[in-house]
């Protein structure tokens, strides 16, 4: 029997082009369970011809119509995504359009019409719908390429197109089907051939890319069974890499919540599509953390529905397909009650509405895995969350309440995947507000085509001149106005109910001999961060929090911020000679930058000096 390694894959790969953006493909996964090639063939040889069989199967989609009749969330789903089909009827089929190096916004527009197109054909039976999915089809078929060279645009198309092929595979002409099976070989697994590497990235890339290639192969299995036997185990001996780099110890992502959503949608996708046609998820279900990294997604989700969006990511928390997917897996309805407050605030939203874009993009798969019935689930999530895997985060709330008072508070390095210079910077909620900001990602698109390095993750790399990704846009420390160290390793090194430590010395290398951040809910409403530093010799130290808040600063220690009637009181506890001031951050300096409307942040600087102690504390109130 051949058994494949990570390392025996990348042999296999000839010809393999590096990925542009980084795959970080460093960290050396192997599987515990190595799944053997004959093992899949096997799967392979065994599976049926008829269609439909990605995800679904004809009586999935009787069960869903049922599903519909019987349940009142996803009979809400449903007329959305129908309403969204409706809409797509007279918006034009999307077309090969690449913005600096990516296709990407145009393939993930095509999978949100396909797959919703897709979806209210195989429920509604209106031969509309069929008819727009199969235009979306033909018209993505005659592209001249998926852009491989930005394989995340070829895998998401690849995702789409599969779909429609598979689940439409009846009502399609045999030219139509020859049209886009020749797509998917030649602009899909070809592709990959020479442009597979992402399989083994430790990333989001890793996910994505499997998922998205897999899910061809496997819709052209009777077409060729070797092929997809190799797409299969390829994808099945790689994945494990981004697995272990994203959820192990603890199902903490990395990457933060908005790159959780990506690859960890996709990842389960992968499984999903494997299990449905195969009958075997090859044990990747089994990987370290994956089993808890649903739990750790509403732990990084505060009371306001916003994330704490540590890394590159924007705080908006859109729908979670795959949140419906882990709760039947793992037997936790609790970890749906966040997904259960949020989707339908968004189902009856006008973004929702909106389907010229990409949108939600993976909603209906939410259709397909919502249980049959919804029934009462005791919430069996803790208050507080620690992930100590290589980026650090903890997250404290006082309960599950929308009112409830949240932190979060970040450890680990900026080097990491997607990385920023944010260790020690914290989120708050309170009083149904966020207080304490992240300014999210810049735009990649827009800072490469200034021909800035915007991957490089070198010290002295473009990368930190952008105000969002460098310490100064940050609720951190800066220390003489000098960037972090990008390899210094930010450690939490005490975690209790309501209180987290995190030591950012090796953050501070060359500019403090000791540097520690304490971050505790004192009770609701009331939060403080302590920071203790030794032996400052970088420069003056500034303390900075980012709001949306309207501030007011009432004397040199005190400030009080209002935003929608509530209002949050800062106060200064140490130094007694510190003076709070407000920094811009609404229009950085650098013409690289993009402004940050309705932000600024508030703060003071001290020192330097041998020994210093700041004490911060917020509470709910005038």
């Not at 077309?95 to 993930?108: A, P």
């Not at 708050?428 to 300014?439: K, N, P, Q």
Request: charged fraction near 25%; charge should be negative; hydrophobic fraction near 40%.
């Amino acid at each position: 029997m051949i058994r494949a390694t990570v390392v025996a894959l990348a042999i296999a790969l000839p010809g393999v082009v590096a990925a542009q953006e980084p795959t970080d493909a460093s960290v050396e996964g192997v599987r515990a369970h190595e799944v053997s090639l004959e093992e899949i063939r096997t799967r392979v040889v065994a599976a049926g011809s008829e269609h439909p069989r990605l995800f679904a199967s004809d009586s999935t989609f009787s069960q869903i119509r049922q599903k519909i009749e019987r349940n009142a969330r996803a009979r809400e789903l449903y007329q959305t995504l129908r309403l969204q089909a409706e809409a797509m009827l007279s918006v034009a089929p999307v077309e090969h359009v690449v913005t600096g190096r990516r296709l990407l916004s145009e393939s993930r527009k095509a999978l949100r019409r396909i797959l919703t197109l897709s979806m209210v054909y195989r429920i509604s039976g209106d031969q509309r719908f069929l008819e727009r999915a199969r235009e979306e089809l033909l018209a993505v078929s005659a592209f001249p390429d998926w852009n491989p060279s930005h394989f995340l645009d070829t895998a998401e198309m690849s995702l789409a197109v599969a779909v429609g092929y598979d689940w439409l595979f009846d009502e399609l002409s045999p030219d139509d089907r020859q049209i886009i099976r020749t797509a998917l070989l030649e602009k899909g697994i070809e592709a990959w051939r020479t442009h597979g590497e992402c399989f083994t990235a430790t990333n989001n890339w890793g996910q994505v890319c499997t998922a998205g290639i897999s899910a061809a192969a496997l819709a052209l299995l009777e077409v060729d069974r070797e092929m997809a036997t190799e797409v299969v185990h390829s994808a099945v001996a790689s994945v494990p890499r981004s697995m272990q780099a994203s959820f192990s110890p603890d199902g903490t992502y990395p990457e933060g919540p908005g790159y959780w959503d990506y690859g960890t949608s996709f990842n389960v996708i992968l499984i999903a599509e494997l299990e449905s046609v195969l009958g075997s998820d090859f044990e990747l279900t089994r990987e370290p953390g994956f089993d808890r990294t649903a739990e750790y997604i509403n732990h990084a989700t505060g009371p306001t529905g916003l994330f704490f969006n540590y890394a590159d990511g924007g705080p908006t928390r859109g729908p979670l397909p795959a949140l419906y997917w882990f709760a039947e897996r793992f037997q936790r309805p609790d970890w749906l009650l966040l997904e259960n407050e949020l989707l339908p605030r968004y189902l009856r939203s006008e973004e929702a509405m909106e389907v010229k874009g990409a949108g939600a993009r993976l909603l209906p798969f939410a259709l397909l895995w919502m249980p049959e019935q919804e029934t009462p689930a005791e919430n069996r999530m803790p208050l507080h969350w620690v992930g100590r895997g290589e980026i650090g985060v903890a997250m404290h709330r006082t309960s599950w309440d929308p009112d409830a008072t949240f932190v979060g508070v970040k450890a680990g390095f900026a080097a990491g995947p997607h990385g920023q210079m944010d260790a020690g910077s914290f989120v708050l909620d309170a009083a149904g507000e966020r207080w304490a900001h992240d300014l999210g990602a810049e735009d990649y698109n827009r800072i490469e085509s200034l021909g800035m390095d915007l991957w490089n993750r070198e010290q002295e790399s473009d990368r930190w001149r952008v105000f969002r990704n460098n310490n100064l846009s940050h609720n951190t420390l800066v220390i003489g106005g000098a960037p972090h160290d990008v390899e210094g390793h930010a450690r939490i090194i005490e975690h209790t109910p309501n209180r987290t430590v995190v030591d950012l010395t090796p953050v501070y290398r060359g500019q403090a001999e000791r540097v520690v951040r304490e971050v505790e809910i004192v009770r609701v409403g009331e939060v403080v961060v302590r920071d203790r530093l030794e032996d400052v010799f970088g420069g003056p130290v500034r303390w900075g929090m980012v709001t949306r808040a309207e501030v007011e600063i009432r004397s040199p220690h005190e400030a009080v911020l209002r935003q929608n009637g509530k209002a949050l009181r800062l106060q200064v506890v140490a130094p007694e000679a510190a003076e709070l001031r407000l920094y811009e951050t609404e229009r950085p300096p650098a013409a690289h930058d993009s402004p940050n409307p309705g932000t600024r942040m508030i703060g003071f600087e001290m020192g330097p000096a041998e020994a210093m102690e700041l004490e911060v504390r917020m509470e709910v109130g005038q």
